[in-house]
């Protein structure tokens, strides 16, 4: 499988197949083609079959230090999902906040139908994310298991990058974000600014608000935890005194928590590997 010239780089292909990855500032295209004249080509022109050579093609591609990496791609998405009704979604995004794809090498055997992304998919550009959101309700962004070596391995380089972009070396996260689930639970539990911290025990996160007035799901401020910031639903203390989150299977998690009034609460929620529309 051969990339002709004129790519526009915009990251879509990684994350689409388990042969495309990127690495050491480039995309890399490795192994063998487990669906020739699959999704990728059509999903890009500018990748055609050739089944005579070995799939060692490395494209060209710089990580920008700059506007690619300025934003975290799920803290954009919720924001935007708490203030924007969906009309004017693509319209709230600009160029720059686009993001740098990330590595993601996992075999996908999974079968591809219409734009339903059922693979790993670390981080498609905002504009295609929020041009599909125009005309679907659900959105599913996860941190998914990582090839968490790798990732060590690159940790000056990825270190920085994965910082702005939210993610940071994981082996694996089991949160989505769906947007029917977070309006949900924002009616439910109200919204606050995000917390300072977080524990993880257990096998278990646990969020408590001792005198923070405020729970949130979301992991970019826990320090040394090997979890992407996956989750953007920020909860209220004055309606949640305790919020935790249960991983059951890795494709599988548990919310559960007690209110100010002391009743409990529990979601569990099933999610697909990457973007599911």
């Known amino acids: 499988m051969l990339t002709e010239q004129g790519c526009c780089l915009c990251g879509l292909c990684v994350g689409m197949c388990g042969q495309i990855s990127a690495y050491q500032d480039q995309i890399a295209v490795t192994g063998g083609c487990k669906r020739q004249g699959g999704f990728c080509q059509t999903l890009c022109p500018k990748i055609t079959p050739d089944a005579g050579r070995e799939h060692a093609t490395i494209l060209t591609y710089r990580y920008d230090s700059g506007q690619r990496q300025l934003k975290s791609l799920l803290q954009t998405i919720a924001r935007h999902l708490l203030s924007s009704p969906d009309d004017k979604l693509v319209a709230a ?54 090839e968490a070596l790798a990732l060590k391995g690159e940790r000056r380089k990825y270190g920085p990058i994965s910082a702005k972009l939210g993610l940071t070396v994981s082996v694996a996260c089991d949160v989505i974000l769906d947007r029917n689930q977070l309006l949900r639970w924002m009616r439910e539990m109200g919204v606050s600014r995000p917390i300072k911290n977080a524990r993880y025990q257990g096998g278990e996160w646990s969020f408590k608000d001792a005198k923070d007035k405020h729970i949130c799901l979301d992991y970019q401020q826990a320090k040394n935890m090997a979890f992407p910031s996956c989750v953007a639903c920020e909860f209220d203390s004055q309606y949640c005194e305790d919020i935790k989150i249960r991983r059951i299977t890795p494709y599988e998690y548990e919310v559960s928590g007690r209110t100010d009034a002391g009743a409990s609460f529990l979601s569990r929620n099933h999610h697909s590997l990457g973007l599911s529309v």
Request: overall charge negative; aromatic content about 4%.
């Open 93 to 146: 995004i600009s160029t720059e906040d686009a993001l740098t794809p990330m590595s993601t090498t996992l075999d996908n055997d999974s079968d591809i139908e219409g734009l339903r992304f059922t693979h790993p998919c670390r981080s498609p550009t905002l504009a295609s994310v929020f041009s599909l959101l125009k005309s679907n309700s659900t959105i599913h962004l996860i941190g998914t298991p990582c």
